[in-house]
């Protein structure tokens, strides 16, 4: 009986059961020795209990609920009272901390809800404690801030989510919620040594831009080019539509399942598929122009400097007009004139994109079905932080370590003519796309 709870320097007075479960009346044998507020020895005296009610692991499958006969004390010294510390509880949550550490190993892998009911709390109580945990992990996973840093979406659950990666690397740096101004930007600020970043590849999407200035003012933005030509092809993807509407429905229906060999570059089909793209562009004139179009679009990208790629992109929009397409690429209109100079940087720089991003948003396609329930909270946790992340050696430089003690030592070491190699210091760069890709459809699928 006394060893119900299997924890030393408790002792069990009753044990109480229940269909609910265990109540256990307890106390605890270790005492302070020293004020905890002021550090005076021996000036403590005992000053009346109280009874805390502390939850536990389970007890034979049920919820145990310790009552802890909590000692107060008061110190001579400086007056102040607190209560009985003890190693085996954790203070913020109220439950004793082998408890804490089973929730947050079951938040990664059950719902909060499976969780709560096995150990008998509730959901918020779940919620919070993960959170905490949650809080921790980031504290403790300091990413470096790249020279490249994309700001991509992905799309889980139907929503998209952002996603911050380190390009030049291929590490993830952070995966958000949502993309709000406010979440995106208190994720950047977690970024160390922010100075770095020289190039920002980024979707067309205002807040991001305003983040980036706000963060990085000295980097460069540059509209992500697959994001934008993608949309060339949708405007022909509409237009597609349309002419399935004018044609008999089996023929609709048969361009719409081979629509790819008008919306791929034509160097990536085959020859069937070519063969095929022919056909259609001589029966459907107006097809032809769009496609031509879309195709014009996308050789913008194929020209060096920003001189040329200006000059192609507005002859590209001469074009439209001509073709009178104004309508059919309206959306892409607006967009290459209120991202241009953004666009544009993409020719200044040495050719960004989120490709990589791009890749993983493939990859995770098909994953993202079953899963409902799970917080992203902890689905974040789990594709960052319960896996390895990749860390690079980075000479260390005089008076820019931060919190690198050996560093410093290797410095006062110097100075005294000793010779010693340079210093290194390891940074975090960020977590391996296969890692991240894995832990996501571990927990989706
Ligand atoms: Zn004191």
Redesign the pocket.
């Known amino acids: 009986m006394t060893d119900f709870l299997r924890l030393p320097s408790w002792e069990v007075q009753v044990v109480h059961e229940s269909a609910a479960g265990y109540r256990v009346d307890a106390t605890y044998t270790g005492q302070p020795t020293c004020?905890i507020?002021?550090?005076?020895d021996d000036?403590l005296y005992r000053h009346g209990t109280i009874t805390q009610a502390i939850n536990d692991t389970t007890h034979s499958g049920k919820p145990v609920v310790i009552d802890w006969a909590r000692q107060r004390y008061r110190?001579r010294?400086?007056?102040?009272t607190f209560l009985q510390p003890s190693p085996d509880i954790n203070d913020r949550h109220l439950m004793t901390v082998r408890l804490v550490q089973h929730i947050e190993k079951g938040g990664l892998r059950r719902t909060y809800v499976a969780v709560a009911e096995e150990v008998g709390v509730s959901e918020g109580t779940v919620r919070n404690v993960f959170r905490a945990y949650a809080e921790r992990m980031e504290a403790d996973h300091v990413f470096e801030a790249p020279e490249v840093l994309g700001i991509d979406e992905l799309h889980i659950r139907g929503r998209a989510r952002c996603i911050l990666t380190n390009i030049k690397d291929k590490v993830i740096l952070d995966f958000l919620e949502d993309r709000t101004k406010d979440v995106v930007y208190r994720a950047l600020l977690r970024l160390e040594q922010r100075e770095r970043v020289q190039i920002v590849a980024m979707d067309m999407y205002r807040p991001y831009l305003t983040v980036q200035k706000a963060v990085f003012p000295k980097a460069i933005a540059v509209v992500d080019k697959f994001h934008i030509q993608r949309m060339a092809s949708q405007s022909l993807d509409s237009l597609r539509k349309l002419v399935g509407k004018g044609v008999s429905r089996r023929r609709g229906a048969y361009i719409k399942r081979n629509r790819y060999v008008l919306l791929a570059r034509p160097g990536t089909l085959t020859d069937a598929q070519k063969f095929l793209l022919d056909e259609w562009l001589t029966e459907i004139p107006a097809l032809r122009s769009a496609y031509d179009l879309k195709e014009q679009f996308y050789d913008i990208w194929e020209v060096k400097g920003v001189t040329a790629a200006k000059k192609a992109l507005y002859a590209w929009r001469e074009a439209v007009q001509s073709a009178n397409q104004t309508h059919l690429f309206k959306p892409l209109l607006t967009a290459s004139a209120n991202w241009e100079p953004e666009i544009l940087n993409f020719f200044a720089t040495a050719g960004v994109t989120n490709a990589f991003t791009e890749a993983m948003n493939r990859t995770l396609r098909d994953v993202d079905r079953a899963g409902r329930g799970y917080s992203f909270e902890a689905l974040r946790v789990k594709a960052l932080f319960s896996h390895g992340v990749v860390t690079k050696r980075r000479p260390a430089r005089l008076g820019l370590e931060r919190r690198d003690v050996s560093g410093m030592m290797a410095y006062r070491a110097n100075t005294m003519g000793l010779r010693l190699p340079p210093m290194e210091m390891a940074v975090s760069l960020g977590i391996p796309l296969s890692t991240f890709a894995k832990a996501l459809k571990e927990r989706l699928t």
């Open positions: 004020c507020k002021c550090g005076a000036e110190c010294a400086c007056g102040s």
